[in-house]
């Protein structure tokens, strides 16, 4: 009995002992991951203090030294030929140029914050120009933004992220240098959304920035600094990307011309990304321009002579189409107004209906044309976006402050799979009809987290391309029109930068 009772007191002892140091052990870890979390934190924010105080300088400095006087005016209301005109005959020089486009700049970005930072090599670019005997190409002194994401010599590429700052390129993007052989000057670089994967045009570092017609309008994304720039009159063209939309949605919010090449069109080498890869999709660079004119020339004299292939040899060689713009041949376009997954709002189905009976005058054929099921379309992207739970994302945004625009994505990021599966399923099932929605089960339902997956997501996307290549020539299509975005620009409702905790 004395023997049983002490192995119970010796048992209860030892309970106790491993219990204790378990806990020691526990909250001394979760102290170290705190203390470790607070510091990272707290690092990031005198990185974001320091950057906004020296912006903020910068642009005071600058402000003194560009002012919209008479010439300056002059220049920026020229028109895109009177302007090329301008610079290749040497009635203008790229220097004065170069300052009326910072001048105007400058002023746009007290409305509606587009550039990021002016590039400080921009002045002995445009001198180097001024200073040779002949011009340098068909683009000789124009200026032209550029989204932030794209490397520059000597600056950062920080896509809203404080831990990308002080961290600048040792050399430009491809896509710059080919338009810095052309003639072209690079001279500042434009906003964009944390991460680039939103609509809209805020981040830590630069703040948000609202469409270039109407301040309280967003610009859209992720080419928002770009798409507000041009728009606003600050430059005739600049450079963005696209996966989803970041170069057709800011230009159709602000009323602008954009292009979204095939991938593997425009070299990509030099331009930053917050994850290394998303799965099944493929990013690509592009133009925006005031007008689709300056789109066309722009992109035509990038894509011939094999610019690329100087820096970049894994780039398509493949020349501007020409002849097929200039043809004069009547077409058979198909078009939509709607798709169920993102039904029309307002008048952008309207628009379609217009452009449809200009067509029409004009001698062209419209054959109606239904898009196959987007709710598995948009499943796949998902599954694509959502890859391994998002966790290259999560490592991104480690101690990061998180943009306004990117907090429902930033929430799904972090949530459990299972209860993103388990919230897809109580909005697939029809047993709480109040809560049965087909798009809002997409949104949760997704993520591949096994080769499995990978192969179920491959073979739903073959199977969509197969419909839609089927459809296109079994109505014997040249081409298909449709709306950009299924809304017009929506209200700018973004705080500005918000301090550090």
Sequence with gaps: MFFESSCCYYTTIQ?????????????????????????????????????????????????????????????????????????????????????????????????????????????????????????????????????????????????????????????????????????????????????????????????????????????????????????????????????????????????????????????????????????????TLGIIASTPVILTFVMEKMLEHGHQLKYDHLVLPIPWNTPALESKKNLRIGYFTSIPFLPTIGDSGDMVLKAKKSLESLGHTLVPYEMPDLYSFMSINGDAMFAGSMKLLQKSLEYEQIADSIKTIVKAAYMPKWLMRMIGMIFRSKVISSLHSKRMAVNFDRGINSVNDFYEATGKLNTITKKVVTEWQKLELDCLISNVYHVPAPPSNSPPISPCM
């Design 15 to 283: 309970t106790f002992v491993v219990t204790g140091l378990l806990s020691y052990f526990v909250y001394n870890a979760y102290s170290i991951i705190s203390t470790m979390f607070a510091q990272g934190k707290r690092q990031l924010c005198e990185v974001l203090k320091r950057k906004h105080n020296e912006r903020r300088e910068e642009f005071t400095r600058l402000r003194s030294i560009y002012k919209m006087g008479p010439e300056e005016r002059r220049i920026m209301a020229l028109s895109w030929d009177d302007l090329v005109a301008g610079l290749q005959t040497r009635k203008l020089t790229a220097a004065k140029v170069l300052e009326a486009h910072i001048a105007k700049a400058l002023d746009i970005s007290e409305q509606s914050n587009p550039v990021t930072d002016f590039i400080p090599l921009a002045h002995e670019w445009a001198k180097e120009l001024d200073d040779l005997e002949e011009v340098k190409g068909p683009l000789h002194g124009v200026p032209f933004c550029l989204k932030e994401e794209l490397d520059v010599v000597g600056m950062d590429s920080t896509l809203g992220f404080a831990k990308r700052l002080y961290k600048p390129a040792t050399e430009s993007a491809v896509i710059v240098k080919v338009l810095q052989d052309l003639g072209a000057v690079p001279f500042c670089k434009t906003n964009l959304p944390q991460t680039l994967f939103s609509y809209g045009g805020d981040n830590p570092i630069f703040g948000n920035t609202t469409n270039g017609r109407n301040n309280k309008l967003g610009p859209g994304g992720s080419s928002s600094g770009t798409a507000a720039l041009i728009a606003a009159g600050g430059a005739h063209f600049g450079t963005g990307s696209d996966i989803g939309g970041s170069l057709r949605i800011p230009a159709h919010f602000n009323g602008v011309a954009s292009l979204k090449p095939t991938p593997g069109r425009l070299s990509l080498k030099g331009g930053a990304a917050p994850i290394d890869v998303v799965i099944g999709i493929r990013p």
